[in-house]
């Protein structure tokens, strides 16, 4: 006789049930319906019987999922035929691949494939071979990329929530004459920033750069209600550009009680010079800081991220007054569909 299967009997069977009323994988249900009727104290020669199999097998399969559960019950063969790659399967996956192997004990910090048919065999007691794992990486749309690198933020999370929060209030209590924006500066090197790119097998595209590095500056504003972008250009990241921006938007908003500038803890946004604009002849703009290193919750930072995709990422320009055209031409092509969009929402 196999060993009966014990523990929390209706939590098994429920959860049983549903993986047999959801898979599609015939052997599976077979194995589900022997541990079943096991369940129920059925003989082995009628569970035999009933699911068409050997006495042996039924043993077999019982004993597996006495010692490691549901994951037991799946097939084991590795490429030998076609394998299920069911939802329990590739949810875990999905989650295996936003964690690293250094969570699961192992020593390297990437994924390898042969690591994650590792740490799947024993998170779900299926082991495939590793060109199955590649099927299974594409079935959940996973890619090989560059991690963001980000400093964390030095508040603790109540405090860093509580301030996100006070800035969502801002924006959703705006009042009739009151505006907000998304304020940041993005730099624009004639260096070509290098970023990943399609190229034929044994091939490896060259982008010959100028050697000696030239940057322009911009300082953005992006308007949290219509989505459209302000712009200042500098040849240096100083509080004179901010400045020029911020006097940009009391002349372009010039019927404004109040304008809100959400923004980062960067040291040009809070010097003298800037203090004492603010108190004078800008005291209608409000500055409102945003917790440090918490880019993510800029809006306008998407914004310059799309900038370095369309036009600085690669780029073969030699001059950077040929490279800023592109820069300006992106933004003016950026105004136009946020406006079309913008006339859209309010026709609708």
């Keep these: 006789m196999p060993r009966m299967v014990s523990g929390k009997r209706p939590t098994v069977k429920t959860a049983l049930r549903r993986l047999l009323w959801k898979t599609n994988d015939k052997r599976l249900s077979i194995r589900i319906r022997i541990v079943l009727m096991n369940f129920g104290g059925q003989k082995v020669s009628l569970i035999a019987e009933t699911v068409g199999c050997s006495g042996k097998t039924v043993r077999r399969v019982v004993n597996r999922f006495v010692?490691?559960?549901?994951?037991?019950?799946?097939?084991?063969?590795?490429?030998?035929?076609?394998?299920?790659?069911?939802?329990?399967?590739?949810?875990?996956?999905?989650?295996?691949?936003?964690?690293?192997?250094?969570?699961?004990?192992?020593?390297?910090p990437t994924w390898t494939r042969e690591l994650l048919v590792d740490v799947m065999a024993r998170e779900i007691g299926i082991r495939i071979h590793p060109t199955?794992?590649?099927?299974?990486?594409?079935?959940?749309?996973?890619?090989?990329?560059?991690?963001?690198?980000?400093?964390g933020c030095p508040w603790s999370n109540s405090a860093k929530t509580r301030r996100i929060n006070q800035l969502k209030r801002i924006?959703?209590?705006?009042?009739?004459?009151?505006?907000?924006?998304?304020?940041?500066?993005?730099?624009?090197?004639?260096?070509?920033?290098?970023?990943?790119?399609?190229?034929?097998?044994?091939?490896?595209?060259?982008i010959l750069t100028?050697?000696?590095?030239?940057?322009?500056?911009?300082?953005?504003?992006?308007?949290?209600?219509?989505?459209?972008?302000?712009?200042?250009?500098?040849?240096?990241?100083?509080?004179?550009?901010?400045?020029?921006?911020?006097?940009?938007?009391?002349?372009?908003?010039s019927g404004a009680k109040r304008i809100y500038v959400i923004l980062d803890n960067y040291r040009i946004h809070s010097s003298q010079i800037v203090n004492s604009a603010l108190a004078h002849h800008l005291s209608n703009i409000k500055l409102e800081f945003l917790p440090p290193y918490c880019p993510n919750d800029n809006r306008i930072e998407r914004v310059w991220k799309d900038l370095?995709?369309?036009?600085?990422r690669n780029h073969?320009?030699?001059?950077?007054?040929?490279?800023?055209?592109?820069?300006?031409?992106?933004?003016?092509?950026?105004?136009?569909?946020?406006?079309?969009?913008?006339?859209?929402?309010?026709?609708?």
Excluded: C
């Design 171 to 206: 924006q959703a209590k705006l009042k009739p004459g009151e505006v907000l924006v998304y304020e940041d500066e993005v730099d624009i090197h004639l260096n070509p920033k290098i970023g990943l790119d399609w190229m034929n097998s044994g091939a490896q595209k060259e």
């Design 67 to 108: 010692e490691q559960g549901i994951g037991g019950l799946y097939d084991r063969r590795e490429d030998n035929g076609e394998l299920k790659l069911d939802e329990v399967y590739l949810g875990r996956l999905r989650e295996l691949v936003d964690l690293i192997p250094q969570d699961f004990g192992y020593f390297r």
């Design 132 to 151: 199955t794992m590649s099927r299974a990486l594409r079935k959940i749309n996973a890619r090989r990329g560059r991690p963001r690198p980000i400093v």
């Design 308 to 312: 370095h995709d369309e036009v600085t």
């Design 316 to 348: 073969r320009h030699r001059s950077l007054e040929n490279l800023m055209i592109d820069v300006y031409r992106f933004i003016n092509r950026y105004n136009q569909r946020i406006n079309r969009n913008y006339q859209r929402q309010l026709a609708a």
């Design 210 to 253: 100028p050697g000696q590095n030239k940057k322009r500056y911009l300082a953005g504003a992006l308007n949290a209600e219509t989505g459209e972008l302000i712009v200042v250009e500098g040849d240096r990241k100083n509080s004179d550009l901010f400045l020029r921006l911020l006097e940009k938007l009391k002349q372009k908003y």
